[in-house]
């Protein structure tokens, strides 16, 4: 059987074997380095440098949304103080119309029924005058037809006359 190499040069390496190994070895470390290792790390380090920026800027993101949830905590304080006052005056406001109404309508009630005091007083004025105005035409028409039975002569005429002048002059 014939053998190729020797299994024994392995062990004991010959000096031009390793040269030439060791030559190659460099070689495919100097092309790896320059076209495979410095693409990849100039990769991994541009990875590490956008991984970096996006941490930093949702960091910024994080305390800019606590900024701003602060602010709108202090933003729903403010709205909430702000709606109670206003719910205050509001009802200030309805309480003094109310009052007001209250008042107005007390005023307009008095008014009508002063209104309606006076004019019942009025009519009532205007009625006792109409039945003294009825009264005394009565009696007149009364007194007339009793005055022309008792006095049918003129002496009669004469001394009712002479007496009922006699009693006005008295009386005043």
Known sequence: MILLFDPISLITPDIGYTFWTLLAFVIFWIIAGKYAVKPIVSSIEARNQKIEDELLSAQKARQEFEQLKLQNDDLLKSARE??????????????????????????DATRLLEQAKSEIENQKRAAINEVKKELGTISIGIAEKLVREKLTDSASQQSLVTKLVNESLSSN
Request: aromatic share 4%.
């Open 82 to 107: 702000e709606r109670q006052v206003m719910l205050l005056e509001a009802k200030k406001d309805a309480d003094s119309f109310r009052s007001a109404e209250m008042a107005k309508s007390k005023e």
